[in-house]
């Protein structure tokens, strides 16, 4: 298979699953999660709602173990998340954009 071929028939089921593991953390981990799927960018985004003043390092490191196992299956597809989440009043906004960064943090992380 060409590199820009992409199995989505494999593909979607990971997702799904992915998903439902990362919704299922809803209430504990975080305060609600969404993701979908845009098969032409190659992206997995996933949206991630912090409870005030949660601490999105813990976020990441829940978020981090349920898609690791999947990010090399998904490739060329990159796995994206955005947090958000009030601290101090304000609203704040975290974003990795790459399967690397995801692993490692992308050092947007820190404050």
Known sequence: MHWTEIDWKRINPIHDDLLAKVRSETGRAWKDANG?????YKEMPFWIVLHEDGDV????????????????????VQ???GY???????RRHY???TNAEILNDGGLLDD
């Open 79 to 81: 796995c994206t998340v």
């Open 36 to 40: 979908e799927l845009h098969s032409h």
């Open 95 to 97: 974003f990795l954009g």
């Open 57 to 76: 390092r813990q976020a990441h490191a829940v978020f981090r173990e349920i898609v690791r196992p999947a990010l090399s299956e998904i490739e060329p």
């Open 84 to 90: 958000s989440v009030v601290k101090d009043g304000k």
